[in-house]
């Protein structure tokens, strides 16, 4: 069996789904890999490196895609290159299959077995490939990173003979991966932290990082049973925006994660809350490329209101593209291992099994 990866485009995407490490781990599995030249060579990977783990460096991409079995990427490839897919190939990414229906149910038709990783199941043996938790892992970290190198004070509190620096105030808005990272990023840096989700359960995760849950009077739990956030009754929406209005007036920095699979994200910092922030806070949304958290977001810009500064990237792990690849192709691996019969030397696509059943796109 013949696994590959071509490059990504640069300019959007800088991570890479085959690592040198696991470009080892493929070969040791009984697979054949290939990659497109330099593939890795911007994140100081050279083809020599791949060459001496015994991974074959190949220049034309046509000839890489046509004749590989297994295609592992990030994003879907673009249309030229897609048209080179063949019958039975296996295509395994993070294809955002909410937005890219067509493009997949086209691939479909055409019997090629496309793996949508965003759509794993929430189940233990699942974790060890859960694409979605391990980037939001980093970006709730990088977030936190970026916006207190915006913020113009120090985060801890310092205590010298000229007088006493107070703790940065920082509110986290959505408990998930990232949120809880972003929480326990800030609390090692010195601040003090807050956090608000509609799910009620992640208070024993906020509090257990040293967060402060701020709970809406009357909630109830609004937890999918994959784990997810529910959408919210317009009663929780006001009860909500209520003692977010109160809370921003005293926050520094406001870090956004709120985000509900296949679905715009949802508004929750307006207008008027903004306006009446002080001046020098950060707000960094991570939910910007679905529409943001706040009134102003536009993706890969800072806006500027009032001084308060609105961040927002359309991918943030571009600024961690080592770490995210080392950690994105670990998780790919996992899901290849599981696809891949040892004994026959095939894939087996069993659609007993759970993890398979979910996200393959039929």
Known sequence: ?????????????KRISITPE????????????????????????????????????????????????????LALLSDDKTSLIKENQILIGLFDPYNNKDKIKNLSKKNINIFSLELLPRITRAQ??????SQA????????????????????????????IPPAKVLVVGAGVAGLQAIATAKRMGAIVFATDVRTVSKEQ??????????VEGSENLETESGYAKETSEEFKKKQEELLGETLKKIDIVICTALIPGKKAPLIIKEYMINNMQSGSIIYDLAAVQGGNTAYTEVDKIID??????????????????????????????????????????????????????????
Request: charged share 25%; glycine share 6%; aromatic share 8%.
């Open 128 to 133: 060890s490939m859960d694409v979605l938790s």
């Open 305 to 362: 209101k009032n001084g308060i500064k609105i961040i927002s990237e359309a991918n943030i792990l571009n600024k961690l593209p080592v770490s995210a690849s080392s950690l994105y192709s670990k998780n790919v691996f996992n899901f290849v291992s599981n696809l891949y019969d040892k004994e026959n030397k095939k894939i087996n696509i069993n659609l007993e099994d759970e993890i398979i059943a979910k996200t393959i796109n039929r």
């Open 22 to 73: 696991i470009a080892k781990k493929y070969i040791n599995l009984g697979l054949e890999v290939s990659l497109l030249e330099n593939y890795g060579l911007h994140l100081g990977y050279d083809n020599n490196l791949y060459k001496s783990l015994g991974v074959n460096i190949i220049k034309d991409e046509k000839e890489l895609i046509k004749k590989s079995d297994i295609i592992v990427q």
């Open 206 to 215: 906020v509090e257990s990082l040293g967060g402060k849950f701020l709970t």
């Open 1 to 13: 069996m013949k696994i590959c990866s071509t490059s990504e485009n640069k300019q959007s995407e």
């Open 137 to 164: 892992n980093l970006a709730g970290y990088k977030a936190v990173i970026d916006s207190f190198s915006n913020f113009k004070k120090a985060i801890p509190m310092m205590m010298t003979a000229a007088g006493t």
